[in-house]
């Protein structure tokens, strides 16, 4: 590419852009730093060049001492026998007239093109037209055969890996009379454009009479030189839209068009080529919908961790290192490392080549730092490191999409439309919901299946927004941001779950939960201790359900000893959750201390929920410190003035602890009226966790009468409730009433298996077994070894403390224990 340094910059960078999006490669003489002498140079250039493009406009260009010619001469001179492109910018009302003789020379030469242009962009589209129909008359020979049409597609070096229900259903859409258009989305490094070719190649396997006409965009900066490369494609003379789409029409065709998101302006051109070329199909890949008539999206989604993932994962290791030798034991992290790059098939192939030097325990170790990920050299530059692959798309965003990605990296999870307002800090007319939608369209967001409207991202784009957003210091706002929204709804959020909607409220926290504990954490380090335990009201019922006491301790320690609140309720609040937490971990000394002051905080504020949830605790208490008499009488009292107040949840709660006392001790005698009066009550409420409880109790019951029928249904049902809630608080007790079942009608073998069971499940919910209880199951277990013998007890232990909750299956008749393999 020919053009004097002094003059005609945009005009260079303008032609340069055109050649490279037909995949060509410009040429321009720099003088720079180079160790040669100019002419010697462009000479060398000029050897190694096919096509000669010159710009011009007014300035000759030097004559270096000792030449009677320009270099810019010199150069046209010497391209001889190439094909010449010649353009002359106008006006030019300064122009050397050693310039305008050597025009008038060009104006003679009948083996050049020569044209006039005004602008850089003008100039920019006639090169890439004249470029287009230059390749066609010079290099490429029309296509008449399958082979031929073969080699316009990619030549994959590597082995495709899974997504047969992708291209299952991709294929089955294009064979479709009514889709002509489909289009491919997902975010970078998804693999679209793997899946799109593996569908070309699949196509022409099978001889479907059809030709494929692959067009790659990403390197086409601008909409308009869209139609010259797939002009270029085609093999024409000419890229006007008639001769485009007569090509196209000439016999039924699959046209590719592979990385359209930055040219999304010429989406109408795609409409028009339909219109103009019925027997065509079009196959798009792009991070963004073109939104066209009759467009399919198919979302290009995550490889499955769970085989093709680490299929992936195993050959590209492999490749890497020849003899790679992996253990059995390294089939679990391998797993684990797939896990964590979320399927995408980019950072498999970036990570993989790493066990190289890593071993699969320090690589996943390293993951951590996902977007520092580097590939090979020959790969696109946008896909050498997933960081530069996310900021592609980023870069392509409009600026409050931009600002509001960013805002969204402050989630943890998962978040709703209220939830993505609150922490946008866009201006008060913004529509929120145009904006996710167009980011959800462009990939950098997607939908979470459920009823109601709940997104989340991908966590490399998660991690990229997040180190975006505190490198320009809009991180503590974004927190603040956040902290504030969950705050605010916490009261909302701590009465539904003691609710008939406590399952909804739990899911709601099964979602957010990692956000929530984000925005905690924040607090607790800024020393904002009433807010914080405000989020810990919210968020410590459902900790308890899911048996994760010990969190729920260390967050209760780490804001007394941060972030000490200097509210008198709300420090009630936290000595009474640790008091809780305490008691559930079996350190009675410590929760009867943290109880006792709760209890005085909440008596000088005035809080009656706060007293009577400390008083049910304190009840159990002081059974296990005084015996059960006098803690039923204490539970009895504040049961009267639970129903005087009018508090279903109270009232069911209290009858639980009473009812839960009685299981304690072992102490059934004359309990049937307050069993089934709790169950009564605890199903009125709709609270999951109550009626649980409640069936563990009456299920103990049942065992003690000798009701095996009645006990295996009640084991039955609280097990699938248990399945459904994900609570795992009562879970220890269900597996020992089962055991103590099975003994009683000489089962010892499943016996044993469900008392390790039990034990394996308090220990992994950290509950304890109090001192009544635990002499009933050593008694238990001290009978079943008499039974069995001690290897056969051992053998039968080994296999319960394997056993997971889907492992149990109960009907009326019989309790059936999965084989489960040894360890």
């Known amino acids: 590419m020919s053009s004097t340094l002094q003059e005609l910059g945009p005009e260079r960078a303008a032609a340069c852009a055109a050649i490279e999006g037909l995949q060509l490669t410009p040429v321009l003489f720099e003088i720079g730093a180079r160790p040669h002498p100019p002419q010697d140079l462009y000479r060398a250039y000029l050897e190694q060049s096919q096509v000669f493009v010159g710009i011009y406009w007014q300035s000759y260009g030097w004559i270096a001492p000792g030449e009677e010619i320009s270099g810019l001469e010199d150069e046209y001179r010497l391209s001889a026998g190439m094909p010449r492109l010649l353009y002359v910018k106008e006006p030019g009302p300064d122009r050397e007239p050693a310039l305008g003789a050597l025009l008038s020379v060009f104006r003679s030469d009948s083996n050049a093109s020569y044209k006039h242009f005004e602008t850089a962009e003008e100039l920019g589209q006639l090169v890439a037209r004249d470029l287009a129909v230059l390749i066609t008359e010079r290099f490429e020979a029309p296509v008449q055969t399958h082979a031929r049409v073969e080699q316009r597609l990619p030549a994959p070096r590597t082995s495709f890996v899974g997504r047969s229900a992708e291209l299952d259903e991709l294929e089955a859409l294009l064979r479709r009379d009514d889709v002509r258009l489909v289009t491919l989305t997902g975010p970078g490094g998804i693999g679209k454009t793997r899946l799109a070719v593996e569908l070309a190649l699949r196509r022409q396997r099978a001889a479907h009479h059809e030709d494929t006409v692959f067009v790659p965009l990403e390197n086409i900066a601008d909409a308009d030189l869209v139609l010259p490369a797939i002009g270029a494609a085609l093999g024409l003379r000419e890229t006007e839209m008639s001769a485009v789409a007569d090509r196209l029409d000439h016999r039924p065709k699959l046209l590719v068009l592979d990385n359209f998101e930055h040219v999304i302006p010429a989406a109408p051109l795609v409409a028009d080529l339909l219109d103009n070329a019925p027997e065509l199909r079009v ?34 290791a492999s490749a890497a290192q020849r003899l790679l030798d992996l253990k059995a034991e390294d089939a679990a992290i391998v797993a684990e490392i797939c896990r964590r790059l979320e399927g995408v098939p980019l950072a498999i192939e970036l990570a993989a080549p790493r066990l190289r030097l890593l071993s699969p325990e320090q690589l996943l170790a390293r993951l951590r730092d996902r977007l520092a990920l580097t590939g090979t050299r020959d790969a696109p530059a946008r896909q050498q490191t997933l960081e530069s692959a996310i900021a592609w798309s980023f870069e392509l965003l409009r600026p409050l999409e931009q600002q509001l990605l960013l805002r969204l990296g402050i989630f943890r999870g998962s978040f709703t439309i209220e939830a993505a307002q609150s922490v946008a800090g866009l201006p008060p007319a913004t529509d929120i919901v145009e904006l996710l939608a167009s980011l959800l369209d462009k990939s950098m967001i997607y939908r979470v299946p459920g009823p109601t409207a709940r997104f989340a991202m991908l966590a490399m784009i ?40 406590q399952r909804a409220w739990k899911l709601y926290l099964d979602q957010e939960i990692d956000s929530v504990r984000f925005a905690l954490d924040w607090l607790i380090d800024r020393g904002r201790g009433n807010e914080a335990v405000a989020l810990l009201r919210a968020t410590w019922m459902w900790e308890w359900l899911g048996g994760q006491t010990n969190d729920l301790i260390e967050t209760a320690e780490r804001i007394q000893l941060d972030a000490p609140p200097a ?55 002081a059974g296990l410190l005084e015996g059960e008499a006098p803690a039923q009488e204490r539970l009895g009292q504040l049961l009267v003035e639970l129903e005087e107040r009018g508090d279903p949840w109270g009232v069911g709660t209290t009858l639980h602890a009473m009812a839960r006392l009685r299981t304690i001790f072992d102490d059934y005698e004359g309990a049937d009226d307050l069993f089934s009066r709790s169950l009564e009550v605890s199903e009125a409420v709709g609270d999951d966790f109550m009626i649980a409880m409640t069936l563990t109790n009456s299920l103990y019951l049942h065992v003690w009468k000798g009701e095996s029928q009645e006990a295996r249904a009640l084991a039955s049902r609280v097990l699938e409730l248990l399945r459904t809630t994900g609570i795992r608080h009562v879970l220890p007790d269900v597996l020992e009433a089962c055991a103590l079942l099975e003994a009683d009608h000489d089962v010892p073998v499943q016996a044993a298996e469900l008392a390790a069971a039990a034990t394996a499940a308090r220990e992994a919910t950290a509950l304890p077994m109090w001192p009544p209880a635990v002499a009933r199951f050593e008694r238990l277990l001290e009978r079943l070894r008499s039974t069995l013998g001690e290897a056969a007890f051992d053998e039968a232990w080994q296999r319960g403390l394997r056993l997971g909750l889907d492992d149990i299956s109960i009907d009326e008749s019989s309790i059936a224990l999965s084989q489960v393999p040894d360890a």
């Open 567 to 621: 509210d008198p309720n709300a420090q009630g609040w936290l000595s009474g959750v640790q008091g809780y937490a305490l008691f559930s971990s079996g350190d009675v000394p410590a929760a009867a201390t943290q109880l006792a002051e709760a209890q005085a905080l909440f008596d000088e504020t005035n809080d009656m929920l706060g007293m009577s949830e400390v008083k049910i605790i304190q009840g159990i208490l």
């Open 283 to 316: 196959l798009v890949t792009s991070r963004e919908l073109l939104r066209l008539r009759g467009e399919y999206e198919l979302q290009v989604p995550p490889l499955s961790a769970e085989d093709e993932a680490v299929a992936l994962f195993m050959e590209r």
């Open 462 to 501: 998660r991690d990229f927004a997040f180190e975006r957003l505190e490198a320009q210091g809009d991180l503590d706002p974004a927190a603040e941001a956040l902290a504030g929204f969950y705050v605010a709804t916490a009261q909302e959020t701590e009465t539904g779950l003691r609710s008939t909607e």
